[in-house]
């Protein structure tokens, strides 16, 4: 299991996402820099851990404002692999992530329109880089309107999948930048069993440290989001071992 940093992007600023609620997100107090710029923030990820593959939660984009394109163009041009929620409503709004170099393209279940978009984005990004992330609230999925016809979240995974989509990310925003653990492990694994190696599933939010990684790790993800643990010093280098520079491995030894 490879672990993936996050930058939570709000007003140019690196903030620490709390529970979701984004009106009291504040700017990052960290352990590795004292700048809050994202390219600063990514750097200090490569020089501390190694990094190169970041996640990057562009908040502004997300409620409906223009994408934080000349940060992902700068971070590209740096050599970091990106994976990019930019808040995506309809198949053309991943064009100018594209021509950025982002490398994955994330779809939030929050923002798109529903299963007929995400069949575009998937036609026009292709399967490959398109990551459909599964937006939860206390377990609860977060659709904005019922174009899925489904409220329980295995329903709508099977409807993603059926599309052709083959990466997942599970992200419950209520237990985000909380340090009370991730939470969504039975469903990772239920998503495990049911999709075998056919799909890779990516989970985040709420790691407090080594023991949430491998909680994770046996619940069959393949990619977990951290933050808050890697700012705050209870995930050390020492914790994160071996791996690609495109993220690294966690230490399976305990």
């Given amino acids: 299991m490879k672990i993936l940093p996050v930058i939570d992007l709000m007003n140019g600023q690196v903030?620490?996402?709390v529970a979701g609620r984004r009106a009291e997100y504040k700017p990052i107090v960290s352990r590795l820099t004292k700048s809050t710029d994202p390219v600063d923030i990514a750097s200090a990820f490569r020089e501390h851990f190694g990094f190169d593959e970041i996640y990057v939660a562009d908040l502004d984009a997300i409620v409906g404002k223009p994408p934080a394109l000349s940060t992902f163009d700068e971070l590209h041009r740096r050599g970091f692999r990106l994976w990019v929620d930019a808040g995506l409503k309809k198949a053309c709004d991943a064009k100018?992530?594209?021509?950025?170099?982002?490398?994955?393209i994330v779809a939030g279940l929050e923002t798109i329109d529903g299963p007929e978009t995400l069949q575009d984005l998937l036609d026009y990004v292709?399967?490959?880089?398109?990551?459909?992330?599964?937006d939860l609230k206390a377990g609860q999925p977060l659709t904005h309107n019922d174009a899925?016809?489904?409220?329980h979240p295995t329903i709508i995974v099977d409807q993603a999948v059926n599309r052709g989509v083959r990466r997942i990310l599970v992200l419950d925003l209520a237990q985000v930048g909380l340090g009370a653990g991730v939470g969504t492990e039975p469903l990772c694994r239920r998503l495990r069993t049911t999709f075998a190696a056919?799909?890779?599933i990516t989970a985040g939010?709420?790691?407090?440290g080594r023991q949430d990684v491998e909680i994770m790790r046996r619940a069959g993800v393949d990619w977990l989001l951290i933050a808050s643990a890697l700012h705050d010093g209870r995930l050390t280098h020492e914790h994160v071992k071996g791996g690609a520079r495109a993220g690294n491995v966690i230490n399976r030894g305990g």
């Fill in 96 to 104: 100018p992530l594209l021509d950025c170099g982002v490398a994955s």
């Fill in 198 to 200: 056919t799909v890779e």
């Fill in 15 to 17: 903030v620490r996402g």
């Fill in 205 to 208: 939010g709420g790691v407090r």
């Fill in 148 to 151: 899925w016809l489904a409220s």
């Fill in 126 to 134: 292709a399967p490959a880089r398109l990551v459909f992330s599964l």
